[in-house]
């Protein structure tokens, strides 16, 4: 059984207070309560401070570049659908030019996780505002305030198709260590956003700010709309696991039956392409 020691990798540069450490642990946790080992794994990140997870966890890993660690994620997952695959980002990464990539690995439904280091703010750029930062908000970018509205990820993923859809306070790393176990033995699409604190850069969104507002909710609700209608009655600011729904996933209705040992065994002949080639015909 994999160990804490196991799943430590390079030393995190993050800055000290960094929501991240939080949920750097979290996912460690997760795969050690779960009884995985850390080739079981393979955590595909993409760019910004939270893109260093993929170093930080030893596990298969891929630092992708920005915005793409989902199309990346997918195709590991679609290589060898034996790994547990965890796509892992910020709210810039994901929520800005990786929006359209998100959408459509949602209505997708792979089975796969999708955990967002949510800090409303671009941090490894040194504070700008983000696809994430509310309207008003006063970063180098946006000295007179922040004239558009924030990305809503947790209703966007709702209403396009996620078949688990989560929240969590990196704060609260017991509550948020269960929604990332839940969201990695979940069949299908699942996704939980984190709000993880920037404390070098976000004065406004701190671990007080979250601890006053959020309101948990113990159990899914039964529709999307029911779902919908609580994240946008408490302006985003819920946790907790928002909408779960068993469906099949996307390798189970395409019916292709992958054979990672044969490929494994030795070079791809002619004889072992025209074998999946007809899997797809």
């Known amino acids: 059984m994999a160990t804490l020691k196991d799943l430590r990798g390079d030393q995190p540069t993050w800055c000290p207070g960094c929501g991240h450490f939080s949920i750097m642990a979290g996912i460690q946790k ?18 910004g401070c939270s893109g260093k997870v993929s170093e930080y966890v030893r596990t298969n890993g891929f630092h992708t570049i920005h915005g793409r660690s989902l199309p990346v994620a997918q195709g590991v997952k679609m290589g060898n659908p034996n790994l547990k ?10 929520y800005g030019i990786g929006l359209g990539h998100f959408v459509h690995a949602a209505r997708r439904n792979i089975d796969m996780s999708y955990i967002v280091m949510d800090n409303n703010i671009y941090g490894l750029t040194k504070g700008q505002t983000s696809p994430r930062s509310e309207h008003g908000f006063v970063t180098k970018t946006t000295k007179g305030g922040n004239k558009e509205y924030p990305v809503d990820p947790v209703s966007t993923s709702i209403a396009n198709g996620a078949t688990f859809v989560a929240q969590a306070f990196a704060g609260d790393i017991k509550q948020m260590t269960n929604m990332i176990e839940r969201a990695i033995e979940h069949k299908g699409f699942s996704h939980v956003n984190i709000y ?41 600011l819920v946790t907790g696991v928002l909408y779960e729904e068993k469906r099949a996933d996307y390798q189970e209705k395409l019916g292709i039956e992958f054979d990672m040992q044969s490929c494994t065994n030795g070079e791809m002949n002619e004889e072992l392409f025209h074998k999946f080639e007809k899997q797809f015909q």
């Not at 695959?85 to 994901?94: H, L, T």
């Not at 909710?217 to 709309?225: A, L, N």
């Open 85 to 94: 695959v965890i796509a892992s980002g910020g709210d810039g990464d994901g």
């Open 196 to 236: 993880s604190p920037c404390v070098t850069f976000n004065k406004i969104n701190t671990y007080d700010f979250y601890k006053e507002r959020l309101t948990a909710f113990e159990k899914p609700f039964e529709t999307r709309e029911e779902a919908l209608t609580a994240v946008r009655a408490h302006d985003g």
């Open 30 to 47: 997760s795969i050690i309560q779960l009884g995985y080992e850390p080739h079981e794994f393979a955590i595909i990140s993409g760019i």
